[in-house]
């Protein structure tokens, strides 16, 4: 809305920068580090650099954390290098890789400024890609220790916690942003295998995250955005709300409800793309939403579209014959009054809100 007034920002809001770790560390192969799927990715396209120097930030962080602060950052969220923990993903620590984090996170709380750590984002150690990566619950099991050794390291220094960044943009885009690395190389069927092993890798996070660290907040990063149809034909509508499901929800859903969102479900369903689903998931995901299951079964509820409200205007007769959504309106949106054009070629719109009569769009019919 547009305010008369603005309020003052609170004084505890987290004025912030982000970062990921492939993407500012540099220090590819330095002090242990093992590599990662997009250390080795050779897709880039010619004329592109790579990230093994980047902003050199393991080597002066000091030097950045100083220029955050002279900023006047609050907080500053930055993701953790798996592969500098865990060389290979599930083997033996490596100290410096410890260390360099925690070095990080004293000089950002020296200067007043709040760590907000990503504990995955898109760099996948290449040792368990080669093993299968995120299509075998082996990497789950990987990524659950993983989660430990980050909240026994550093959970006594740091309150909020990210999971997974951007699940969504890997699963949809994944070839375009070198994270699948090779065992991302098979059909969609495979893809939404390995998506969900990360929800259920989340969601373990998650738990563990509230058992060892009562007092932290911790949830997912997804990439988020409005869905709009491009006209109110049932098509353009239906088409929003597929890509509204497969896009957002079906990300949104598991982490506060637990459970796949039902038409994200049907959409893979239809395709032949839904993932197989073991034997105590629905537990998992229980744990980590602190919300009841939708069953105890393998599988979600049905979907079933909403029912339809149509428009309650006495002049409903002459809406836009061109409006095809009459009876099959956005949002089932109730309209209290509306003002109907004189011509039944044109769109109608409400009085309040310049809303369509017929599918209650703020663009109209066309």
Known sequence: MDYAQLKPFPTDFFWGASTSAYQVEGGWDADGKGLSVIDVNTKAPPG???????ADHYHRYAEDVALFAELGLKAYRFSIAWTRIIPDGDGELNPAG???????????????IEPIITMYHFDLPAALDAKGGWGSRATVDAFVRYARVLFEEYGPKVTYWLTINEQNMMILHGDALGTRGKAGESG??????QNHHMFLAQARAMTLCHEL?????IGPAPNIVSVYPESCAPADVIAADDWDAVRNLLYLDLAVHGRYHP????YLAERGWEPEIAEGTWTSWRQ???TS?????TRPRPWRRPAVTRPTCRSAARISRSC???????AGRRIRTCRPTRSAGRSTRSASGRRCAGCGTATGCR
Do not use: N
Request: hydrophobic share 45%.
């Open 213 to 217: 660290l009562p007092e932290a907040k």
């Open 288 to 290: 980590a939403s602190r």
């Open 98 to 112: 410890v260390a360099f984090y925690h070095a990080l996170i004293d000089e950002l709380l020296a200067k007043g």
């Open 263 to 266: 038409l994200a479900w049907a």
């Open 293 to 297: 299951s939708p069953s105890t079964t």
């Open 188 to 193: 969609k069927k495979v893809v939404y295998q």
């Open 48 to 54: 592109t650099t790579d990230f093994k120097v980047a």
């Open 324 to 330: 095809a959504a009459r009876s099959a309106c956005t």
